[in-house]
């Protein structure tokens, strides 16, 4: 059996770690708060210990009445006093974890977003970040809760520090017999509790397999399919019985439960009648009265209350540091790419700058093979370069690697001469503008998607933008035009623009950044040969005076480009113009003449 890896920050590390963030967040609150509250709640919890013995024990001695209100009333002054103070306190505590957590949830995104890009595909970090998502996704989660745990075990041990000087007139015995039933009643439920925590992935599996049949069910893109084959009896069929399946495991848990709470209640009813023989054989003797009786045995069910408190919170930090050492590791995974760190670079809009790849090698990790192998290229101030080829030649990575979203494992990638791995990486990205085969749209107006931004938005370098795209009419037909909402699964009033709206919406954006450098990958794979014709002429017009650099499967649609790259076998297998290219009758050539002739004979002359 594979022996468990031990984590890399320990309890005290992760709660200090959780409350010097509170600190840093202006949520110092928390902190003062939590120690305020454990404070009032020791105090009723005494109050209340104290009020009826009191209370006997002035009718005993047959007091004035007098006297009797006055402590009547002092106990009840006492007690709202307290309940008052606690209950403004609360929300104001709970406030103070809810930004706690939050903070931590805004560290994570900002390193989800600006982590060195090959760590969003290392499983490792996939990993953690998954993890991490699970100590911030609600209120009970490990990054709010353990504040709220914190606080409740310095209550437990503030409240076992005043009972055990309470106590002391009570027999060793007892207070041992305490401990151990108590500790006894705390280990069964923490047997059953690791038993849920070992098989919480089968239990979060069950759910995941119910909730996805369930959004299948009612997904309208799955409303055609379901109709159209038949397939609601056997989703209901499959339905049924993922659902007999979780019933058996909840069963098991729901029995372990049981048991530990039969067990639970022997040993309280052993301690209880232990407490109730000593301190009644007490009585007899004359060592204490009716109001110590009372008392005390209160304060035996008080004491056990602090005890498991104690084993319980301590138990409840632990298991919360655990998840929170994915935070912790997460935010911490080492960066491949300098930031602030490495050389600053301005881009200049205008300018033309020279990017070469020198002797580059690039092999995937895990990988038998390099994808590409001492590859040169140089993009030229001003050129325009289409890289073509096969599914799976490396164009891509090519690209990534030009736009430095890779390092080479071999060679270097050069900007003017000087390796792009001595500046700060996000100033080289500014270099480039993209439009990707994947889309990345956001739930905000159309505006925004344009401009990436909701603030300092160029209203009218917009609508330039959106009028060279050619997309001026469908937006200015909308309602509410460019405040228009993108993306039904966010806003209910949302509007879904088509496949080709969505690529000229993608061409408006990229014309708005302005960068000196054009990177189109596969970005018109969607649409027809006419669409796609029309678009890379936008395309064209767009990236006039500027470097570009192109991806595309369709390889009529790169004329207008200076120079292609046809990339096989991991290199660079043949190189040049369009005509020339044709010319030499290559690989190139050859996979022009069979994508020509399918158009010819679906009755589409790709040659037009």
Known sequence: MKAKEKPKFNTWQNSFWMLALAWREKEKKVIFLGILSAILTVSLNLTELYVVPVILDTVETRAPLGRLALIIAGFAAALMAIRALSTYITPLEAYGRLT???????ALNIKASSTSYPNIHDDNFEKLGKKSQSTINHDHAAAQAILYTLRQLVT??????????????????LLLLIFLTTGGAFLLNRKCSEYLHEHREEDQAHNRRLWYLFQKMQDPADAKDIRLFGLQPWMESLYDQLLEAYYLFAGKVQMRLFLAKVGEIVLTFLRNGAAYAVLIYMV????????????????VAGFAAWITGILENVSEVRRYSIELCAVREYLSYPELFKFEEGAALVPEPERLYELKLENVSFRYPGADH???????FTLHPGEKVAVVGLNGAGKTTLVKLLCGFLDPTEGRVLLDGRDIREYNRRDYYKLFTAVFQDFSLLAVSIAANVAQSEENIDMARVRDCIDRAGLTAKIESLPEGYDTKLLRSVHFDAVELSGGETQRLMLARALYRNAPVIVLDEPTAALDPIAESEMYGKYHEMTAGRSSVYISHRLASTRFCDRILYIEDAGIAEEGTHEELLARGGRYAALFEVQSRYYREGGMDDEK
């Not at 706690?100 to 805004?106: L, M, P």
């Not at 007899?284 to 304060?299: H, K, M, N, W, Y």
């Open 156 to 173: 437990n041990v503030l409240g076992f520090a005043v009972y055990v000087a309470l106590m002391t007139a009570i027999h060793p015995l």
């Open 100 to 106: 706690t957590r939050f903070a931590v949830f805004d």
């Open 284 to 299: 007899l003797q004359g060592r204490i009265g009716v109001p110590e009786f009372l008392l005390s045995f209160t304060a």
């Open 370 to 376: 390099d994808v590409l192998k001492n590859v040169n």
